[in-house]
T-cell receptor, first 116, second 113 residues
Framework: EAGVTQFPSHSVIEKGQTVTLRCDPISGHDNLYWYRRVMGKEIKFLLHFVKESKQDESGMPNNRFLAERTGGTYSTLKVQPAELEDSGVYFC??????????????FGPGTRLTVT | AQSVSQHNHHVILSEAASLELGCNYSYGGTVNLFWYVQYPGQHLQLLLKYFSGDPLVKGIKGFEAEFIKSKFSFNLRKPSVQWSDTAEYFCAALPQTGNQFYFGTGTSLTVIP
């Protein structure tokens, strides 16, 4: 079974540019999550999709971040325009549909974003 | 507010030494608890998890953790570490009625051969 995949693995962009991160969850997993780890800090929740619907986006930092999951399969996270403080590692995770806390989440390798 | 605290940021041990990494959580309801590990260049992997039942849970690679409800703790242990245990370790709490993980800041473990 293929795991969660993320693309790209690294991205270096200049302040003001746009970047789009992609996540492909495990096949059949309706729950999809985005998290971010800023250097030296904890991994923080950004948002949660159930299929194509945003279930919880309380962790999104501001309106420069836009997440989509058209068709309920892969998801994209766009940062536009990027700022220096957006640098960090962006993780995607997925889990089967069910009672929220009943399942572990399976994490992707992360995308390391550096904004210069 | 929900939070998870990991007390050790960097730990350096010699091979065969015993390991204990502290984790405390703050949450008003029932949580499921996890330890994830990230080996260099790899993705986060589940080491072990506690949902209910026996508070002493065993995970992969000889790791175990004990849930102590009265102390809001879920410390990770291993009796004898190996060089291959060098990695970053994350404690996480997942509320039973919620969907988002609350992670600690992580502990970087270096095992010296």
């Amino acid at each position: 079974e293929a795991g969660v995949t993320q693309f790209p693995s690294h991205s270096v962009i200049e302040k003001g540019q746009t970047v789009t991160l992609r996540c492909d969850p495990i096949s059949g997993h309706d729950n999809l999550y985005w998290y971010r780890r800023v250097m030296g800090k904890e991994i923080k929740f950004l948002l949660h999709f159930v299929k194509e619907s945003k279930q919880d986006e309380s962790g999104m930092p501001n309106n420069r971040f836009l997440a989509e999951r058209t068709g309920g399969t892969y998801s994209t996270l766009k940062v536009q325009p990027a700022e220096l403080e957006d640098s960090g590692v962006y993780f995607c995770a997925s889990s089967p549909l069910g009672t929220g806390g009943s399942y572990e989440q399976y994490f992707g390798p992360g995308t390391r974003l550096t904004v210069t | 507010a929900q939070s998870v605290s990991q007390h050790n940021h960097h730990v350096i041990l010699s091979e065969a030494a015993s390991l204990e990494l502290g984790c405390n959580y703050s949450y008003g309801g029932t949580v499921n608890l996890f330890w994830y590990v990230q080996y260099p260049g790899q993705h986060l992997q589940l080491l072990l998890k506690y949902f209910s039942g026996d508070p002493l849970v065993k995970g992969i690679k000889g790791f175990e953790a004990e849930f102590i409800k009265s102390k809001f703790s879920f410390n990770l242990r291993k009796p004898s570490v190996q060089w291959s245990d060098t990695a970053e370790y994350f404690c996480a709490a997942l509320p039973q009625t919620g969907n988002q993980f609350y992670f600690g800041t992580g502990t970087s473990l270096t095992v010296i051969p």
